[in-house]
């Protein structure tokens, strides 16, 4: 029924209009034809799909352009803050075949970080074990550099090559018994062993009076003296730990085994923003110098050295050799912030700012003269780790839990602090390095 103005009465005033003419009311019907209403519904599904399609692209424009400009500014606007006078700092470090980068780096940038933090407030103690390349006589070099340069410091050369170590006769603490039938020297037990010695001097001499407040355990990487001054410096100094994020092959991150998020989960995504617990995305995403983590070693890390010296004898370890036997297996890198009591009171802190490599280009890659993220890259990764936490389901870590149910049902004594270290995978040595089995 349609309308027409009432001549008779006002000029707002309105009455039906009756159509006695059929045809003109069949050709109104056509309007709504079928045909039509599948033309109107797709017109406005296409609007509507422009107008979403529009703000999506909007939104997350607005939202990229934010965290790029914020990465950016802070990269453009960093000083590496000053060493702090009277702070002492003990330097652990461990070398297997690493001749090719400490000739071309790790040597000189170590030299570099003495002149900075000053002979007197330090301590270098360097384990290398059993290289067959050049890396005994570079170090031989170091020795005497450090001793010309009056820097306290002790270098062990051990001449036991791996392969003399799993022929070893003695098979007990340490061994597992692999799924192929074999007894074979686990890998985390024997590199806790060669941390533990490295802080050995910390120690002896905190017994003798000599005292150090942090300890900073450095990897064969790349770095700089402004990233070990960066990193000391997170969250204003104060962490039981502060970790460098490192790689070998950017833009994905390397150290997998060790980095767990504040909610002791391992990572979404290789590439950043790395983390599935809201506390550690946010923080990434907000570029903070301090993320919180559960654990991390990734390349460099420093610790207050209270832990180490004090009655608590805060020590690298691996697993139970029974645990291990269930196919398990955890990094001594991570269970040291599990055992150390200060994680919980001062927090352990993933420092982004601070960027290693395991090789120069890796190095060069993560430091370009911008952002170290590209907008393409945020925009990319900020997607792809929304779909993996949302789709994903964690089998691999329902796998560990049943397996740790079965082994403390094995034995009242069985526990595991920890339990969010643990993978599903036996590494064990090998002659020229570590395998899985």
Request: net charge neutral.
């Amino acid at each position: 029924m349609y309308w027409r103005r009432n001549s008779k009465y006002s000029r707002h005033s309105y009455e039906p209009d009756i159509e006695t003419n059929t045809e003109q009311r069949r050709s109104r019907i056509r309007l709504l034809s079928p045909g039509t209403k599948l033309y109107i519904k797709r017109l406005l599904r296409t609007r509507v799909a422009r107008v979403a399609l529009f703000l999506f692209a909007v939104v997350n424009f607005l939202e990229v352009f934010r965290i790029h400009s914020r990465i950016a500014e802070e990269h453009k606007h960093h000083v590496a803050p000053a060493h702090h006078k009277g702070e002492r700092i003990y330097i652990a470090a461990m070398h297997f075949n690493d001749g090719a980068l400490l000739r071309s780096h790790w040597l000189y940038s170590m030299l570099n970080l003495t002149e900075a933090l000053g002979p007197e407030n330090i301590f270098i103690s360097i384990y290398e074990s059993g290289s067959w390349d050049d890396t005994k006589m570079l170090l031989e070099w170091f020795d005497g550099e450090l001793e010309r340069r009056q820097v306290p410091h002790r270098i062990e050369l051990s001449d036991t090559t791996h392969l003399e170590e799993i022929k070893s006769e003695v098979r007990g603490v340490g061994w597992v018994d692999t799924p192929k039938g074999e007894r074979s020297l686990r890998r985390i037990p024997f590199l806790s062993k060669m941390r533990n010695r490295t802080i050995k001097d910390l120690v002896d001499l905190d017994s003798q009076g000599t005292h150090f407040d942090k300890v900073l355990f450095v990897n064969d990487v790349v770095f700089t003296v402004d990233d070990i001054l960066t990193l000391l410096d997170t969250n204003g100094g104060d962490y039981a730990a502060a970790c460098s994020l490192d790689f070998s092959l950017p833009p994905i991150y390397y150290d997998t085994f060790a980095l767990r998020d504040s909610n002791g989960l391992p990572h979404a995504t290789l590439r950043w923003p790395y983390f599935q617990s809201s506390e550690s995305l946010n923080a990434m995403i907000s570029n903070s110098d301090a993320v919180p983590v559960t654990s991390c070693w990734n390349g460099i890390v420093a610790m207050p050295s209270e832990p180490f010296v004090s009655s608590t004898q805060l020590r690298f370890r691996g697993i139970p050799d029974s645990l291990a036997a269930h196919h398990l297996e955890g990094s001594e890198c991570c269970l040291i912030h599990a055992d150390n009591p200060l994680s919980k009171t001062l927090g352990v802190y993933l420092n982004p700012r601070v960027r290693v490599g395991y090789n120069p280009r890796a190095y060069e890659v993560t430091h370009p003269k911008t952002s170290w993220v590209s907008a393409w890259r945020i925009f990319w990764g900020l997607w792809t780790n929304r779909i993996t936490r949302w789709a994903t389901f964690t089998f691999d870590q329902a796998v560990v839990r049943r397996r740790v149910k079965r082994w403390e049902k094995e034995d009242m004594g069985n526990s595991e602090p920890g339990v969010f270290c643990l993978i599903n995978e036996m590494h064990v040595i090998a002659e020229n390095g570590w395998a899985h089995v």
